[in-house]
């Protein structure tokens, strides 16, 4: 069983960078697909990001394209999303999940293990 601890949240002003990390430990080598997700107050749980095991390829959510950088230190089983040019309706918790799909699925059910989660803010 994979267990993923996420880390990293935080306020930050618009415009501003942050870097969130989902650690694994367990049965990583299974792992296929690591995404990232995040919900809102009020909103249903959207996809942001997806990178394979290999981290050859890496998929976005068009929100976020060109802002969010999605990577992987498989040496520390350890999956990053470099935030960038935050902007207010960022503000959510991010979690990250674990699929045994491909391609990197984008609907959350699809995930079978999940982090607890790490709060995002970004004032407006």
Request: glycine share 12%; charged share 15%; proline share 6%.
């Amino acid at each position: 069983q994979v267990q993923l601890v996420e880390s990293g949240g935080g306020l930050v002003q618009a415009g501003g960078s942050l870097r969130l990390s989902c650690a694994a430990s367990g049965r990583t080598i299974t792992t296929y697909v690591t995404g990232w997700f995040r919900q809102a107050p009020g909103k249903e749980r959207e996809f942001v990001a997806a990178i394979t095991w290999s981290g050859g390829s890496n998929y976005y959510a068009d929100s976020v394209k060109g802002r969010f950088t999605i990577s992987r230190d498989n040496a520390k089983n350890t999956v990053y999303l470099q935030m960038g040019s935050l902007k207010p309706e960022d503000t959510a918790v991010y979690y990250c999940a674990a699929a045994w799909h491909l391609p990197p699925p984008v609907a959350p059910g699809l995930y079978s293990v999940w982090g607890q989660g790490t709060q995002v803010t970004v004032p407006s």
